[in-house]
Protein backbone atom coordinates (compact mmCIF):
# COMPACT_ATOMS: atom_id res chain seq x y z
CA UNK A 1 0.00 0.00 0.00
CA UNK A 2 1.25 3.46 -1.01
CA UNK A 3 2.11 5.62 1.93
CA UNK A 4 0.31 8.15 0.45
CA UNK A 5 -3.12 6.20 1.30
CA UNK A 6 -1.88 5.14 4.25
CA UNK A 7 -1.59 8.29 5.48
CA UNK A 8 -4.65 9.31 3.90
CA UNK A 9 -6.62 6.44 5.75
CA UNK A 10 -5.50 6.83 8.99
CA UNK A 11 -5.55 10.08 9.06
CA UNK A 12 -9.76 10.04 8.47
CA UNK A 13 -10.34 7.09 11.28
CA UNK A 14 -8.39 9.32 13.62
CA UNK A 15 -9.84 12.68 12.57
CA UNK A 16 -13.70 11.05 11.94
CA UNK A 17 -13.54 9.48 15.64
CA UNK A 18 -12.64 12.49 16.85
CA UNK A 19 -15.44 14.30 14.94
CA UNK A 20 -17.89 11.34 16.78
CA UNK A 21 -16.40 11.92 19.98
CA UNK A 22 -16.73 15.53 20.25
CA UNK A 23 -21.01 15.62 19.10
CA UNK A 24 -20.93 12.58 21.05
CA UNK A 25 -20.70 14.10 23.61
CA UNK A 26 -22.13 17.20 23.00
CA UNK A 27 -25.10 15.27 22.11
CA UNK A 28 -24.93 13.29 25.70
CA UNK A 29 -24.97 16.76 27.92
CA UNK A 30 -28.02 17.87 26.06
CA UNK A 31 -29.92 15.19 26.66
CA UNK A 32 -29.16 14.16 30.24
CA UNK A 33 -27.53 17.76 31.43
CA UNK A 34 -24.40 15.47 32.24
CA UNK A 35 -21.19 16.20 30.88
CA UNK A 36 -19.62 13.14 29.47
CA UNK A 37 -16.54 11.29 31.30
CA UNK A 38 -14.86 8.26 29.48
CA UNK A 39 -13.75 7.34 33.07
CA UNK A 40 -17.10 6.60 34.32
CA UNK A 41 -18.99 6.77 31.46
CA UNK A 42 -19.59 3.41 29.18
CA UNK A 43 -18.87 3.79 25.54
CA UNK A 44 -22.50 2.71 24.33
CA UNK A 45 -24.11 5.65 26.73
CA UNK A 46 -23.20 8.07 23.19
CA UNK A 47 -26.04 6.15 21.93
CA UNK A 48 -28.03 5.60 25.59
CA UNK A 49 -31.34 5.72 25.23
CA UNK A 50 -31.29 6.85 21.48
CA UNK A 51 -32.65 4.64 18.34
CA UNK A 52 -29.60 4.79 15.28
CA UNK A 53 -31.13 6.57 13.38
CA UNK A 54 -32.09 8.96 15.81
CA UNK A 55 -27.98 9.84 16.33
CA UNK A 56 -27.40 9.16 12.91
CA UNK A 57 -25.42 12.25 12.27
CA UNK A 58 -22.67 10.96 15.63
CA UNK A 59 -22.72 8.19 14.28
CA UNK A 60 -21.92 8.19 10.22
CA UNK A 61 -18.72 9.61 11.95
CA UNK A 62 -17.87 6.41 13.70
CA UNK A 63 -18.93 4.61 11.02
CA UNK A 64 -16.72 6.13 8.75
CA UNK A 65 -13.54 6.36 11.19
CA UNK A 66 -13.70 2.47 11.34
CA UNK A 67 -14.31 1.68 8.01
CA UNK A 68 -11.09 3.63 7.21
CA UNK A 69 -9.25 1.58 9.99
CA UNK A 70 -10.53 -1.60 8.13
CA UNK A 71 -9.71 -0.03 4.97
CA UNK A 72 -5.84 0.87 6.17
CA UNK A 73 -5.36 -3.29 7.54
CA UNK A 74 -7.46 -4.92 4.26
CA UNK A 75 -4.64 -3.20 2.51
CA UNK A 76 -1.81 -3.05 4.60
CA UNK A 77 1.56 -4.40 2.72
CA UNK A 78 -1.36 -7.04 0.90
CA UNK A 79 1.14 -8.47 -1.45
CA UNK A 80 2.89 -9.75 1.60
CA UNK A 81 -0.19 -10.83 4.04
CA UNK A 82 1.59 -13.99 5.78
CA UNK A 83 2.92 -14.42 9.37
CA UNK A 84 3.04 -11.54 11.84
CA UNK A 85 1.53 -9.32 8.76
CA UNK A 86 -1.84 -11.58 8.76
CA UNK A 87 -1.87 -11.68 12.71
CA UNK A 88 -1.93 -7.67 12.23
CA UNK A 89 -4.35 -7.73 9.50
CA UNK A 90 -6.87 -9.68 11.08
CA UNK A 91 -6.39 -8.37 14.37
CA UNK A 92 -6.72 -4.66 13.69
CA UNK A 93 -9.91 -5.54 11.20
CA UNK A 94 -11.75 -7.63 14.37
CA UNK A 95 -10.52 -4.44 16.93
CA UNK A 96 -12.28 -2.16 14.67
CA UNK A 97 -15.64 -4.18 14.07
CA UNK A 98 -15.79 -5.40 17.79
CA UNK A 99 -15.31 -1.52 19.10
CA UNK A 100 -18.35 -0.39 16.81
CA UNK A 101 -20.69 -2.92 18.32
CA UNK A 102 -18.91 -1.99 22.15
CA UNK A 103 -20.83 1.86 20.86
CA UNK A 104 -24.15 -0.14 21.04
CA UNK A 105 -23.90 -3.10 23.23
CA UNK A 106 -26.16 -1.89 26.23
CA UNK A 107 -25.79 -3.45 29.64
CA UNK A 108 -28.95 -5.22 29.90
CA UNK A 109 -27.45 -7.62 27.51
CA UNK A 110 -24.46 -8.55 30.01
CA UNK A 111 -23.72 -11.91 28.42
CA UNK A 112 -23.36 -10.29 25.05
CA UNK A 113 -21.43 -7.30 26.56
CA UNK A 114 -19.15 -9.75 28.56
CA UNK A 115 -18.53 -11.32 25.53
CA UNK A 116 -17.92 -8.17 23.55
CA UNK A 117 -15.43 -6.91 26.14
CA UNK A 118 -13.24 -10.48 26.58
CA UNK A 119 -12.47 -10.27 22.29
CA UNK A 120 -11.85 -6.50 22.35
CA UNK A 121 -9.66 -7.20 24.72
CA UNK A 122 -8.12 -9.71 23.35
CA UNK A 123 -7.90 -8.01 19.68
CA UNK A 124 -6.63 -4.82 21.43
CA UNK A 125 -3.29 -6.71 22.86
CA UNK A 126 -3.08 -8.65 19.84
CA UNK A 127 -2.95 -6.03 17.72
CA UNK A 128 0.12 -3.95 19.46
CA UNK A 129 1.95 -7.13 19.98
CA UNK A 130 1.73 -7.86 16.26
CA UNK A 131 3.50 -4.05 15.60
CA UNK A 132 5.93 -5.27 18.50
CA UNK A 133 6.84 -8.15 16.51
CA UNK A 134 7.09 -6.93 13.26
CA UNK A 135 9.14 -3.88 14.63
CA UNK A 136 11.95 -6.85 16.13
CA UNK A 137 12.12 -8.36 12.71
CA UNK A 138 12.38 -4.94 10.88
CA UNK A 139 15.51 -4.62 13.46
CA UNK A 140 16.71 -7.89 13.14
CA UNK A 141 16.80 -7.47 9.55
CA UNK A 142 18.97 -3.80 9.70
CA UNK A 143 20.54 -3.26 13.20
CA UNK A 144 21.39 0.14 11.84
CA UNK A 145 17.68 0.91 11.99
CA UNK A 146 17.25 2.20 15.57
CA UNK A 147 13.97 3.62 14.65
CA UNK A 148 12.34 0.12 14.20
CA UNK A 149 13.78 -0.88 17.70
CA UNK A 150 11.97 2.12 18.98
CA UNK A 151 8.87 1.10 17.75
CA UNK A 152 8.98 -2.63 19.08
CA UNK A 153 9.81 -0.95 22.47
CA UNK A 154 6.85 1.32 22.54
CA UNK A 155 4.51 -1.03 21.04
CA UNK A 156 5.59 -4.00 23.59
CA UNK A 157 4.63 -1.62 25.98
CA UNK A 158 1.33 -0.77 24.93
CA UNK A 159 0.51 -4.61 24.64
CA UNK A 160 2.36 -5.29 28.10
CA UNK A 161 -0.39 -2.09 29.38
CA UNK A 162 -3.45 -3.41 27.55
CA UNK A 163 -2.32 -6.69 29.11
CA UNK A 164 -2.24 -5.20 32.77
CA UNK A 165 -5.65 -4.05 31.99
CA UNK A 166 -7.39 -7.02 31.17
CA UNK A 167 -5.56 -8.97 34.32
CA UNK A 168 -6.88 -6.34 36.96
CA UNK A 169 -8.61 -7.60 39.37
CA UNK A 170 -11.10 -4.98 39.30
CA UNK A 171 -12.48 -5.34 35.80
CA UNK A 172 -15.60 -6.91 36.58
CA UNK A 173 -19.37 -5.84 36.46
CA UNK A 174 -19.89 -4.74 39.87
CA UNK A 175 -21.50 -1.28 39.28
CA UNK A 176 -20.61 0.15 42.92
CA UNK A 177 -21.98 3.00 43.21
CA UNK A 178 -20.66 6.00 45.38
CA UNK A 179 -22.65 7.60 48.40
CA UNK A 180 -23.34 11.30 48.20
CA UNK A 181 -25.40 14.02 50.90
CA UNK A 182 -26.75 16.56 48.88
CA UNK A 183 -27.53 19.92 50.59
CA UNK A 184 -30.86 18.88 52.09
CA UNK A 185 -28.70 16.52 53.68
CA UNK A 186 -30.37 13.54 51.56
CA UNK A 187 -28.57 10.30 50.68
CA UNK A 188 -28.00 9.67 46.84
CA UNK A 189 -25.97 7.37 44.58
CA UNK A 190 -23.79 8.97 42.36
CA UNK A 191 -21.23 7.23 39.86
CA UNK A 192 -17.42 6.59 41.53
CA UNK A 193 -14.69 8.55 39.97
CA UNK A 194 -13.37 5.52 38.21
CA UNK A 195 -15.51 2.75 36.90
CA UNK A 196 -12.75 0.22 35.79
CA UNK A 197 -14.66 -1.16 33.51
CA UNK A 198 -15.73 1.87 31.31
CA UNK A 199 -13.14 3.37 31.76
CA UNK A 200 -11.09 0.19 30.24
CA UNK A 201 -13.03 -0.25 27.30
CA UNK A 202 -12.29 3.45 26.25
CA UNK A 203 -8.55 2.09 26.52
CA UNK A 204 -9.22 -1.04 24.49
CA UNK A 205 -10.79 1.69 22.03
CA UNK A 206 -7.50 4.18 22.28
CA UNK A 207 -5.62 1.21 21.36
CA UNK A 208 -6.79 0.87 17.81
CA UNK A 209 -5.49 4.12 16.83
CA UNK A 210 -2.60 4.33 18.97
CA UNK A 211 -1.63 1.21 17.14
CA UNK A 212 -2.45 2.49 13.68
CA UNK A 213 -0.27 4.77 14.49
CA UNK A 214 2.82 2.75 15.23
CA UNK A 215 2.02 0.20 12.23
CA UNK A 216 2.85 4.08 10.29
CA UNK A 217 5.62 5.10 11.61
CA UNK A 218 7.03 1.73 11.06
CA UNK A 219 6.60 1.69 7.95
CA UNK A 220 7.03 4.87 6.84
CA UNK A 221 10.57 4.87 4.95
CA UNK A 222 13.21 7.15 6.10
Not at 1 to 11: A, D, N, Q, T
Not at 47 to 65: A, E, G, M, R, T
Not at 144 to 164: K, P, R, T
Not at 191 to 204: G, M, N, T
Amino acid sequence: MGIGLSIGLISSSILFFFAFFLFGILYYKKRFNLPYDIRNTFPYEINYQVKFLDNIFVNIFLILSLVSSIGYFIFFDIKNIYGVNLVIVISGILLAILIFFLFFADLKYLRFHLLLLVLTAIAAFVLPAGVAILGFIHYQADHSDIFSLIIFIISALLALFIFGVMMNPKLNFRLEMDKEIDKNGNEKLVRPKYFVLAFSEWIFIFSLFASELLLLLLIIPL
